[in-house]
């Protein structure tokens, strides 16, 4: 089954995977919404991380209309990672969004770097 989940998620973005990800059910941790946190960086860590690297690859350049075509595109395919559905995510990928549209690569790139490497520290970063 995770097979077949990771061949589909490959046809949407060859970014993209599935693996399985085993999170501890704590009682005490899900009372205090530990598990919505852990579970809601790992869905920050994975979109700003693929978004972040796909970046890495054009930001040396502007940006031909095609490549800003495919970027917005996965753009739109990393919201449905969304899966908490959460605000702070949402506008974030606004916010990436609109700084692809006005081809401010650089300075995204920087951010997601900065926001990935916060992730990181908190020791939340999950592979989803």
């Not at 993209?16 to 205090?32: K, Q, T, V, Y």
Request: aromatic content about 4%.
């Amino acid at each position: 089954m995770m097979s077949k989940a990771n061949e589909e998620l490959q046809k949407i973005d060859p970014m993209l995977g599935a693996e399985i990800m085993f999170i501890p059910l704590d009682s005490g941790a899900i009372r205090n919404g530990e598990m919505y946190e852990q579970i809601n960086l790992a869905v920050k860590g994975q979109i700003y991380t693929d978004i972040m690297e796909r970046l890495k690859k054009l930001a040396d350049s502007s940006l031909k209309t095609r490549s800003k075509s495919s970027l917005l595109k996965m753009v739109d395919r990393m919201e449905k990672i969304n899966v908490l559905d959460d605000p702070e995510i949402s506008l974030k990928i606004y916010q990436i969004r609109e700084m692809i549209e006005k081809d401010t690569i650089k300075p995204l790139l920087q951010d997601l770097e900065s926001e990935v490497e916060k992730i990181n520290q908190r020791g939340a970063y999950l592979e989803i």
